[in-house]
Every structure is written in C-alpha cells, then in structure tokens.
C-alpha cells in the first residue's frame, strides 16, 4: 500500500497526540488549505478502513473509533507503509543527510533522485542553511556542485540531530529493550535510521554504554542514555569510513578526565582493536559526550570545582526569573533540578555541542510567555556564548513545572513513565497533580525500570509518554505536554474507581494503605538524615586564626591540625596534600565575597566536617577562572570517601548557603561565634524539617 506525504503525516498527527485533531492545525501544520486537507481524507479513511478503524469528522474536528488493539497495531504497521513523494520537511532532511556523507552533489542528480525540479531543491538547500549553525555554510559553485562547508565535529553533531528527529529517543529505547526487540522489526529500524548508523553496529554500541551506564555511579537519565549511543554509533561510523578527529579542541583537558580512559576502552572493544591504536581526538571527542550526559545529581557533584559555577548561575538565574515573574519560587526544590540539569548543559554549551529537543515547538506554543522570561533571565545570567532555544526549553519545563506545583494538591496513586529528562517529567507530574487533585501519591520511572517498580507496589493509575507495545496491564498513553482531553480521560477513569469502591477514600484511608516495606524505607531515611546532621553538628566550629600565616599550605596545616581536636586519628599530613596536590583545586574563592571554599572527600577522611575560620590576615587564592581574590574567612568541607548519598546531598546544601548570599557574608563578617552557629544550626534544621 502507497501513501502520499501528507495522508501519511495526518495519520501520525492522528496516532501519536493520541487526541481530536483539528482540520485548521492540520493546515497550518502542514502549510496547506483546509480544503486540501479535507480531499486527504478519503486516502486516510481508506487506509484506515484496512485496519478496522473509523475516521470520525465533526465540525472540522477528526478523531479515530475503534479498540485500542487495532489502533495500537496500525501505529506499529504506519512506520513500514511505503510512500510515493517526501513531505518537504523530510525531502530536505534527506538532502542534509546526503551533504553530510558526500564530498559534493550535483543539483540535477539531487532533483532526479528526489524526483523533484532544480529549482526545489535550491530552495530547500536555502531553507536548510537558514537551519544551520552560523559557523556551517552550503557552498554552490558551478561545474562542482553543491558541498557542505564543515569540520567533522559539526558532521556528526548535525547527523546526531537528523537522527533524534528521524527516530525519537522512546522508539530508540523500545528498540534495545529485550521485550521490544520482536515487535520492532528490523525493516522499520533500518527505514526510520536512513542510514545514518548500521543497526548491528548500533546494538554493538548500546551493550557497551549500556554496560558502562551499570557501573557508573552518577544518574544518567533514559534520554541521555539514547542520545549517547547515537553519537557514539556515528562516530564510529565516520571512524570507519576513515573520518577521524586527530585533535579536540580541548584534547589536554579530556586527557585528565577518569572518562578518557572509559572512553578508549569503549572505542576499542567496539572497533576490536588496541586501546593504543584509538586516535587520542576520537577519545577525546567521545570523553565530552560520556561527561555531558551525567545528569548529576546535586548530592553527588559539590566536590567538583563546576559546581561553584552551576551554583552561581542556578541563584542568579532563580533571582532574574523571580524579579521578572513578580513571585517567590521554592528555591530549594528548584535549585536541586537546575544543578542537575545545568551541569551537563553548560559542559554542552563550553563545548559547543548540540542538543536536540522534540518539545521546543510545542513549549515554545503553549509556554509562550514563559519561555520569554527564561530566555532573557539566562541570557543576563549567562553571557559566554549563544544558547540555544533547545536548551530554554529545558529550563523552561523546570520553571513551568515548580510553578504548577505551587498549587499541586493531592489524593490517588499513579505510576509515571517518561523517557525524557528531569524537566519534562516534573512537568507532567506536576500538572496531573494540579490539574487531577485525587491524585496523591505520583512516581516517575524509566522504560528499564518499570517492570521492577510496577511489581513492587500497587498503583491505582499508570499513565506513560512511550507506546509500551504488548503489556498485560492497562495504561493511558500520553503526549508530553499532556492535552486537555488526555487529563479527562484519566480524571473519568478515576472516577470510575470511586464507583467500583462504593466509597470515596480520605486522605487518610490512603495513609494507612502505606506498604511495611514504604513505611519502613521512610523511617530508615529520615534516621540517616537526621544522624548526618547530627555528625556535623558535633564537630561544627567556628574559631579564629590568630597565626599571621600568608600561605594556602601553612592555613590548611593548621586548619587540619585543629581538627584532630574533633578526630584524634585524623591523618593530617593526608589532608593537607589533598589540597596542595590536587589539580582540580579543592580550594577555590566564591565571586563576589571574601570566602575561600575548601573541601575534599578522601578515604584518609573518616568523619564529616564542616567547620569556619576566621583570617588574621588574608590570604590570595584563585577563583573558578583561575584569577586571584584574597579571602579573610574559610569554609572547610571534609567527608569521607564512601559517604551515604545522604551525606553528600547534605554537603551540597550546605556549599550552596555560601553562594551569592548577603546574609551568610554579613554574619560571617559582623556577627559572633553564637550568632554564626546559631545561624547555621538553624539552617540544618529547616533543612530536615523539609525532608520531612
């Protein structure tokens, strides 16, 4: 069966909102008359017609009819159906494609190809330089032809986008889970990559990242995992073809990250050559994307010299975002997402890595003047360089999602499945709570762990972003940015529950349904919690040296030596080479204060520590872009190599009291030994009774 571009796009408008679809965004969508769209509707309805399936037409509205085992079949099927012309979008992605993997074309061999004139393809050709990085060009010259004027590192970041917008990252992540494997016929693979990647070097690919993903300690969320694959599958691609990176930009720099190492081993069991052999530019290149992909919870990451620079942007981004809205955000709650997110991000952007994101339209259309406000509040926080529109988008469903919840209220259980990062899944979460109040209790989970977490507690509801294909429960399948009727549809469901229950459940009711196992995980938290604080507490300190010292060695000697007031056992001499020896600077000054930051974790280090000390004279110390300030005061921040998660993620709250904060310089400066303990003792509190 023959489907035309367009039938074949309302269909998947049809299938993948999972919702009426109105003929005028039809037209709009796809650039034509509505009158055109309605002379489409006879293809569709006959190619429905073989699936057991109605196309439903009311008042310019379209909806299909039919049981959801043959709609969930045709959307399979709808992937394998051959067409006979190419939308515009796809004739000129295949262009792209083709440019990026030829040295030069000929126009009339594009066109004959494409069986479309010259003079469309020179406009697509304009059409897809105006998408381009400024830094890439599309060069004509007669006799020649037509060639894409760029380095390979824009290659492949380029190939990467055209493959995240021809195989979305779900698709990806069915296709390598086992249950899926057999569903996900190898025709459809190989016709939805185009080419791009080799399916079996990509299987080969995905067990490597997959098994490095078991062994990392860092969170790495569903979607960074798929795009990590991607970029690595088409690297080695180009390796293959005998397109290499002999030298990063930042090769030096990579070489000294422990991910280098990951990086070539990975390269060469795939390749099945020697580690040796593996350019050190390919590892390199590889090295940023292992590291861009680390979503990095802000519990595991203060003891890298970034995370000053992510706290710094995260507070002044949160402050602009405020000022312009006219509100107070819960800044605790949001500063731990932006950690989490910006970390990967601002290593993209230093690097000058691409991201693709499948939202962006519709963010940019239903969040229209939040994304503004974003957009500008980053662009005051952050002047480095440009960043992309993908990227606000993010952010902006980090911010959408904190000011949805401000009014989130609760009473059911649900089960969430997103393959999308941290934002995208706060967001929907967020906006079921606020817009289904009955809705209590909500958890978000990855495709490869949802099995495990569906059979360890009961939920009432599962609602998920992906087609989950043959499973042997009920779920709602929902677009990202959760549609009106899709809120109906779960809101009804609900409902129906309270029928079947012939009651309505309390609050309280719901309280008591807690598993032993739920309510024993709480507990066993909050104890953990609380003795991590209390350890700090224990060993809190705020003194002053009197020693006229001068020097980063001889301050950290006697800082280190009145700690064995504390710890007895305390190797010192350890300690204090952690910081004369480290090239990652565990020592550094906060801009725009007089504060130095010192902290280290180590296996020397037996005990948490966070104590102050106050300078008889100042000493000079470097910043995050290694320029020098004098600071008169010291935060010293020690744990244990092998700290709880627990531990760490308090460290970091602790590391962010001191950044771009007026009322910790004025008590450190002005106030006295009570009122600095008193003033941290109270925050330590607060942040427990937050836990709670």
């Known amino acids: 069966m023959y489907l035309s571009a367009r039938v074949r796009l309302i269909l998947e408008q049809l299938l993948t909102n999972n919702r009426p679809v109105f003929v005028h965004e039809l037209a709009e969508d796809l650039n034509v008359s509505k009158r055109t769209i309605r002379r489409d509707l006879k293809e569709v309805e006959e190619t429905l017609s073989t699936y057991q399936l109605k196309l439903v037409k009311e008042q310019g509205i379209l909806s299909l009819e039919g049981v959801d085992l043959d709609k969930q079949h045709f959307r399979w099927q709808l992937m394998d159906l051959s067409y006979n012309e190419f939308s515009p979008e796809e004739r000129q992605q295949k262009i792209l494609k083709t440019l990026l993997k030829e040295e030069s074309l000929k126009l009339a061999g594009l066109a004959n190809d494409l069986n479309v004139t010259i003079s469309t393809i020179s406009n697509d050709l304009t059409k897809i330089e105006e998408r381009l990085p400024k830094t890439v060009k599309i060069e004509r010259r007669r006799g020649t032809g037509v060639s894409l004027q760029a380095d390979e590192a824009q290659k492949r970041s380029l190939m990467s986008e055209l493959f995240g917008q021809q195989f979305p990252d779900y698709q990806l992540l069915q296709f390598f889970q086992e249950k899926s494997r057999e569903v996900a016929t190898n025709d459809r693979v190989e016709g939805r990559l185009l080419d791009l990647v080799n399916e079996t070097l990509l299987k080969k690919v995905e067990f490597s990242v997959r098994n490095w993903r078991k062994q990392n300690l860092e969170e790495i969320s569903d979607e960074a995992y798929a795009n990590l694959i991607v970029h690595i599958s088409i690297s080695i691609e180009r390796m293959i073809a005998g397109n290499f990176i002999q030298a990063h930009t930042d090769n030096d720099k990579m070489i000294n990250y422990p991910e280098f190492v990951v990086a070539k081993q990975m390269l060469a069991d795939i390749l099945e050559m020697e580690v040796e052999v593996v350019p050190d530019g390919e590892a390199a290149y590889v090295t940023t ?44 709650l949001l500063t731990k997402g932006l950690i989490a997110h910006l970390r990967p991000t601002l290593r993209r952007l230093q690097q000058g890595m691409r991201i693709y994101n499948p939202l962006i339209h519709s963010i940019k259309q239903d969040y229209a003047d939040l994304f503004v406000v974003i957009r500008q509040a980053f662009d005051q926080v952050y002047q480095k360089s440009h960043v992309p529109d993908e990227e606000i988008g993010y952010l902006v469903l980090h911010f959408g999602a904190v000011l949805l919840q401000l009014e989130s209220e609760n009473r059911f259980s649900g089960l969430v499945v997103c393959a999308s990062g941290i934002g995208t899944s706060r967001m929907l979460v967020t ?47 929902v677009s990202p940015m959760l549609t009106e009727r899709e809120l109906s549809q779960i809101s009804v469901f609900l409902k129906s529950l309270h029928s079947e229950y012939h009651k309505k459940i309390t609050y309280e009711e719901q309280a008591v349904q807690l598993t032993l196992l739920e309510a024993t995980h709480f507990l066993e938290q909050k104890q953990r919690f609380t003795s991590i604080v209390l350890a700090i507490l224990k060993n809190f300190n705020y003194s002053k040296l009197n020693e006229n010292l001068g020097t980063i060695e001889d301050t950290v000697r006697v800082i280190c030596t009145q700690l064995l007031e504390k710890d007895a056992e305390l190797d010192v001499e350890a300690v204090v080479s952690i910081f004369l020896n480290d090239e990652d ?108």
């Open 431 to 477: 906006r079921l709570r606020q817009r289904i109040p009955q809705l209590e209790k909500l958890e978000t989970v990855s495709l490869f762990e949802l099995s495990r977490k569906k059979a360890e507690g009961h939920y009432h509801v599962i609602i998920s972003t992906i087609d989950l294909g043959s499973v042997d429960f009920d779920y709602f399948l």
């Open 289 to 332: 994307h292992l590291r861009g992909v680390k979503t990095t919870k802000s519990n595991m990451g203060f003891m890298e010299n970034e995370e000053l620079e992510v706290l710094v942007l995260v507070k002044q981004l949160i402050e602009q975002v405020e000022s312009k809205l006219g509100q107070e955000l819960p800044k605790e």
């Open 585 to 692: 600077k565990k020592a550094f000054g906060i801009p725009n204060t007089q504060i130095g930051l010192f902290h280290a974790r180590n296996e020397s280090i037996k005990e948490p520590f966070f104590q102050l000390f106050s300078l008889e004279k100042s000493i000079f110390i470097e910043t995050m872009d290694h320029t020098k300030m004098a600071i008169n005061r010291i935060a010293l921040l020690l744990v244990p190599e092998k700290f709880s998660q627990e531990g760490l993620e308090i460290i970091s709250y602790i590391s962010t009291l001191f950044v771009d904060n007026r009322q910790v310089i004025e008590i450190l400066e002005y106030g006295t030994n009570e009122e600095v303990s008193a003033y941290f003792v109270q925050k330590l509190l607060n942040y427990l009774e937050m836990r709670r």
